[in-house]
């Protein structure tokens, strides 16, 4: 099982696991515990997943996080994938999902996930990190929080320093 | 000038603690290669040809003397006692060691400077014209949007990891464009509208590099407030959808072009339908706190062009080429703006020793009130000089090698380091500009010829701008060997034009009897008020053809 982090710097394991996306003329196999399952799959099978606790949903870095507007406040999680770390499309994904569609349950950055960029992704609505395993997970909780300070509003802020200053 | 306020002192010391960490990792083993180079490109750190290059950040261009007393200082201590004002207002150190660069980090972060963004995909610092505040006819003062879009863009956490790199640049001039927005991912041209609103002409997706091209408008009035918002749905446009699979096809402007620029248009602005009214919006109160930043330093009241300077002129040849070519009319009655020419022959362009460096800031504070600016030209101005000054300050340039009057001419050549530094380079560039300087020694040749911009470049890249040059320059590599490609009729200015290929490509030593001959076919069809790119219009490329290839 996993240790996965999240945006308070505490370490959790959970047994939600990532079923990849099934070669083509596969079908899906869901297995027995909880599962995040590509997001177009489970918009495909609506229906059977609408309401299940135990089942998520994924998105790649090349998919339209539009897609899961009209559902995704009823989805337990939702993970992003980061298939290389320096792919930057997860952080706008997570924003649309957070600012623009309102999600409010855990958002999971997975893939290629590595210390020097959770601040980044704490910043843009993620709350729970699957850090890549050769990575010193007692280092990020640090790594979550180097910067004290930021210029920017965000998922995490809707106070830029310029308002902050102006206060 | 701007100054830190405890918000930016702590966040850059937060940044400074935060490379040293990954520098240990990174030197521990902790961090791979792949995984540390965009956080030390991120930090200014190239792995160069022969050593390691840091690129340190000059916002906007402008620097106070405190500040370039310490580059001195690092440039001493740390490096080999010079440094090189580079094409994008910035500066660089050739031949830092790895593990030194935290500590450097520290020492420049302690006078309010840092290396952040200088390099990576991200985005880097904005730009503008180096006469920004002293001259006349300016909508407003171009700096507090540098500055409001330095710190916006400062460790924005979408946007750190974009396709490929992304400049912004600002001009406040709607006569004269020394900022070149329109080749950059975003050109802002400051306007007022029907109304009298302040606000910005969008341009997107210019740019050099392999695909050369002029950034389109693709919003004719953005009102002030909306800066910010309206940035940040164009780069959330580009983050998703520009093209991550072909380095060379990952700039903006490729998107811009692929949607067409009416198509990319349309994209923002359904983005930024949703975040316009968002809480990046900018305030009044947020613009005038940074404006109060850029105030009129304490001018005196004093007259214009006294009959003392007249006199000088009148007596003094040398000193009235000088004026004609380095100074430049200041808003304020009795001041002047002055540039330090770093073109002097046999030395590369931009390169400058830590004694200069001391020097200018010494003359700074003597007639500038303490601050200078880089221009993108390589150049160093003094911006607020008296002109009942400007004589002694001339006599104090000569010496030191700064007045050397060729300003916008021939041999003020905009070169990138080249093969003699840069680990991309396909041929030096430094050689040749030394070389066309040496052929083109007369001054008066220089005035009669008149503005002329001659653009180096040593690869694709293009960090010497060749595509824009009146003149352009590419090194190329054939075979093992290198030779040069020239274009003509390029311009970065309101024309903005890219260059076209005159031909074949030449060895270096044939340079400058090249360039010899592409000048005499200007001087021989010129009319009397055409500049070389009214000419070339005029009588398109194949004249130049002809004698250059005879
Ligand atoms: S143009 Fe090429 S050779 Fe010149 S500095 Fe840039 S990358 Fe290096």
Redesign the interface.
């Known amino acids: 099982m996993p240790d996965i982090i999240t945006r308070d710097g505490t370490i959790k394991q959970d047994n939600w696991t990532l079923v990849p996306r099934p070669a083509a003329g596969d079908s899906l196999e869901v297995p027995a515990q909880p599962a995040l399952i590509p997001a177009d799959l489970w918009l495909a099978g609506q229906e059977h997943f609408e309401g299940r606790q135990d089942i998520g949903v994924w998105l790649d870095s090349h998919d339209e996080p539009e897609m899961l507007a009209e559902v995704v406040e009823r989805l337990p999680i939702v993970a992003v994938n980061f298939p290389k770390?320096?792919?930057?499309?997860g952080?706008?994904?997570a924003?649309l999902l957070r600012?623009?569609y309102g999600y409010g349950n855990e958002l999971r950055a997975v893939g290629d996930v590595?210390l020097?960029?959770l601040?980044?992704?704490k910043?843009?609505g993620f709350d729970s990190y699957a850090l890549r395993p050769d990575k010193?997970i007692s280092k990020a909780p640090?790594c979550l929080n180097?910067?004290?300070?930021?210029?920017?509003?965000?998922t995490d802020t809707?106070?830029?320093?310029?308002?902050?200053?102006?206060s | 000038m701007y100054v830190y306020?405890d918000?930016d002192r702590?966040?850059l010391a937060?940044?400074v603690?935060?490379f040293r960490?990954?520098t240990e990792r990174a030197l521990a083993g902790?961090?791979s290669e792949d995984?540390f180079l965009?956080?030390r490109l991120q930090n200014g750190l190239y792995v160069q040809r022969f050593a390691p290059m840091l690129r340190i950040c000059v916002p906007y261009g402008m620097m106070r003397s405190a500040q370039l007393r310490r580059l001195a200082r690092i440039t001493r201590d740390y490096d080999k006692g010079y440094a090189h004002f580079t094409t994008r207002q910035n500066v660089q150190l050739n031949w830092p060691a790895i593990e030194d660069v935290p500590d450097i980090l520290a020492e420049l972060g302690e006078v309010e400077m840092h290396a952040n963004q200088t390099s990576g995909?991200c985005i880097r610092n904005t730009t503008t014209d180096q006469f920004a505040g002293a001259q006349h006819g300016e909508v407003a003062d171009p700096r507090p949007y540098c500055e409001?879009i330095r710190?916006?863009s400062?460790?924005?956490?979408?946007?750190?990891?974009?396709?490929r790199k992304f400049k912004v640049a600002v001009n406040a001039l709607e006569s004269t464009d020394r900022a070149a927005i329109q080749v950059h991912d975003i050109g802002l041209q400051m306007i007022t509208n029907a109304s009298g609103d302040l606000g910005f002409r969008v341009h997107v997706g210019g740019g050099l590099g392999r695909t050369p091209m002029v950034g389109p408008v693709i919003r004719e009035f953005l009102p002030e407030l909306d800066l910010l918002t309206y940035l940040e749905a164009i780069l959330?446009v580009y983050?998703?959808y520009g093209r991550?699979d072909n380095k060379y096809k990952a700039r903006i402007k490729i998107l811009v072009k692929a949607l067409t620029p009416e198509g990319f248009a349309e994209k923002v602005e359904v983005e930024w339908s949703?975040i316009k009214d968002?809480?990046?919006r900018?305030?009044r109160?947020?613009i005038e706190?940074i404006q109060g930043y850029f105030t009129e330093p304490a001018y005196l009241s004093l007259d214009n062009n006294s009959e003392q300077l007249a006199a000088q002129r009148f007596e003094n040849r040398a000193f009235d080429q000088w004026m004609s070519r380095n100074v430049d009319n200041h808003k304020v009655p009795g001041y002047a703006i002055v540039t330090l020419s770093m073109k002097k022959t046999g030395v590369p362009p931009g390169d400058v020793t830590d004694r200069q460096l001391e020097q200018i800031a010494d003359l700074a504070d003597q007639y500038s009130f303490g601050e200078i600016r880089v221009t993108h030209q390589q150049n160093v101005v003094l911006a607020d000089v008296r002109q009942d000054r400007l004589f002694e300050l001339w006599e104090l340039l000569g010496p030191l090698g700064f007045a050397t009057p060729n300003l916008n001419t021939l041999t003020d050549i905009i070169c990138c380091p080249g093969g003699d530094y840069c680990a991309l380079a396909n041929a030096k560039s430094i050689p040749v500009a030394e070389s066309i300087q040496r052929r083109f020694d007369n001054m008066d040749f220089l005035y009669d010829v008149g503005d002329l911009d001659l653009n180096i470049s040593g690869c694709m890249n293009a960090c010497g701008h060749h595509h824009v040059g009146d003149i352009g320059v590419l090194g190329v590599d054939k075979k093992g060997e290198e030779f040069y490609q020239i274009s003509l009729g390029g311009s970065s200015r309101q024309d903005a034009a890219i260059g076209k290929i005159l031909g074949p490509s030449f060895a270096q030593e044939d340079m400058p009897e090249v360039v010899e001959k592409i000048i005499g076919v200007y001087l021989d069809q010129r009319t009397p008020e055409e500049r070389f790119i009214d000419t070339y219009r005029r009588i398109g490329i194949e004249p130049f053809k002809e004698r250059v290839y005879a």
């Open positions: 770390f320096s792919d930057g499309r952080y706008s994904i924003r600012e623009r590595l020097d960029q601040q980044f992704m910043r843009c010193d640090r180097f910067f004290s300070q930021t210029y920017q509003a965000a809707d106070l830029p320093l310029f308002r902050r200053r102006a | 306020d918000h702590q966040i937060e940044r603690a935060q960490d990954q902790e961090l995984e965009p956080l995909n409001i710190q916006w400062t460790f924005h956490p979408e946007f750190a990891f974009l396709p959330r983050n998703r991550r949703h968002s809480p990046t900018l305030t109160d947020a706190r």
